[in-house]
């Protein structure tokens, strides 16, 4: 058995759960984990001095959870699935082996080492300052984002995020997500089928 780990990293609002779940939907035996599913209970992420809660750092987040997660499925992707309610199919690669692949998607996936080295495939989705701050403007977080959060949190921390990011990881592929869901679908799934085509 094969099993390959893709990771859909960028920034906020870039595309990362719509570009997953629309792979999850081509790749056979695939699913996905959520670095959003893994944040803290509001009630511990700290305040800054502007009065802004401190979500967009790895700090927010229980990484201890989110990878126990992952190495289950690592351990047994076949069982992992089932306990997801998915079904397993029959999936062979030209060598007869079967292949699962996991989908993990989230804004701050390499900037935690020891879920960046799981990877086998890195992409990160940017979109322009001016289309993020719009597209984040009519999504609605819980708790929502109070006034002025996107220019005095989100976007600093993001560009912050990145730097230590870049300063650190090697082997990403920048996606641009302004481009049409379904070029940018294909783009990724061809990069990924010749992957598959290796194992
Ligand atoms: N290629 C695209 N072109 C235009 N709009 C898109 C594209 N991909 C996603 N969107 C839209 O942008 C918004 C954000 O998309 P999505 O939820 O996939 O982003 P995300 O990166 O997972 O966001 P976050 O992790 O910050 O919650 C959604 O309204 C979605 O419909
Ligand atoms: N609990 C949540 O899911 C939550 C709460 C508040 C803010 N966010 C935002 O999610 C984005 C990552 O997808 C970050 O930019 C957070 O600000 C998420």
């Given at each position: 058995?094969?099993?390959?780990i893709i990771g859909i990293g960028g920034m906020t609002n870039g595309g990362k759960s719509t570009l997953s779940r629309s792979l999850q939907g081509l790749l056979p035996n695939s699913c996905i984990i959520s670095q959003d599913s893994f944040f803290k209970d509001d009630s511990v992420v700290p305040v800054d001095g502007l009065g802004f809660k401190q979500y967009d750092m790895l700090d927010a987040l229980l990484m201890d959870k989110m990878m126990v997660e992952i190495?289950?499925?690592m351990q047994d992707p076949q069982r992992f699935m089932q306990s997801q309610g998915l079904s397993v199919m029959r999936s062979k690669s030209k060598e007869g082996n079967s292949v699962f692949s996991l989908?993990?998607?989230?804004?701050?996936?390499f900037n935690y080492g020891p879920l960046n080295t799981l990877f086998d495939k890195r992409y990160f989705l940017e979109?322009?300052?001016?289309?993020?701050?719009?597209?984040?403007?009519?999504?609605?977080?819980?708790?929502?984002?109070?006034?002025?959060?996107?220019?005095?949190?989100?976007?600093?921390?993001?560009?912050?995020?990145r730097k230590e990011m870049e300063d650190t990881v090697q082997d990403l592929v920048f996606l641009d997500g302004t481009q049409k869901r379904e070029d940018m679908l294909a783009t990724v799934y061809k990069d990924i089928q010749q992957m598959f085509t290796a194992v």
């Open positions: 058995m094969k099993k390959i190495r289950s499925w989908i993990v998607e989230g804004f701050l996936i979109i322009p300052y001016e289309m993020c701050k719009l597209r984040r403007s009519s999504r609605v977080y819980v708790p929502p984002d109070p006034v002025g959060y996107f220019d005095g949190h989100v976007w600093p921390m993001y560009l912050k995020n």
